[in-house]
């Protein structure tokens, strides 16, 4: 196995640096007329670089950290809501990342995985195109304006469910030796 060149502590470290720069831009780009989806975008670039950053540090207690901050971060955000086709292209990405990880033979987790990815997929698409989709007309809120969108919806997120068992499971199969070499 290779070593890694930096110690595990000084991810955090960098993850946390990160999310610092990412944080004081946002704050210099709310004072601008820059738009809410450009903030959303930011966000996304922050969280796509820090989190890989900070999962390479783990079990570092400042790895560990940085993700618990980022994931309490992930909710102060309340201005910013993510257009279905920001929403449609990450999950492509998630999903092309998934199969791949299951040509690689990751097992039974990848696959839950990529079923995740695949019914989160369907569920942006069918919400980004939903003037094709969505009937407006009710007034108990928005209905699917076929049967067949209804199925498809209910189907994609049973589907979708998928995904954060896969993702744990995943997380199981990484840290596991780690912690088992870590403590003999």
Request: charged share 10%; net charge positive; glycine share 8%.
């Amino acid at each position: 196995m290779k070593e890694r060149i930096l110690p595990r502590w000084l991810y955090g470290v960098i993850a946390l640096a990160v999310s610092v720069c990412s944080w004081l831009l946002l704050l210099a780009l709310s004072r601008s007329s820059f738009s809410v989806e450009g903030h959303a975008w930011v966000v996304a670039a922050w969280y796509a670089i820090a989190i890989p950053v900070a999962f390479r540090g783990i079990p570092s207690w400042t790895s560990v950290a940085i993700l618990f901050l980022l994931a309490l971060l992930l909710y102060s955000w309340p201005d910013i809501v993510i257009s279905p086709l920001f929403q449609t292209v990450a999950w492509l990405v998630i999903a092309g990342a998934s199969s791949m990880l299951v040509r690689r033979g990751a097992g039974v987790p990848a696959l839950l995985l990529l079923i995740g990815s695949i019914g989160g997929v369907v569920m942006a698409a069918l919400y980004a195109f939903g003037r094709f989709t969505l009937n407006y007309m009710v007034l108990d809120g928005p209905a699917w304006a076929h049967w067949s969108f209804e199925a498809l919806a209910h189907t994609a997120g049973v589907a979708a469910v998928c995904f954060p068992i896969g993702v744990v499971w995943m997380a199981l199969r990484y840290v596991r030796p780690h912690l088992t070499n870590r403590s003999s």
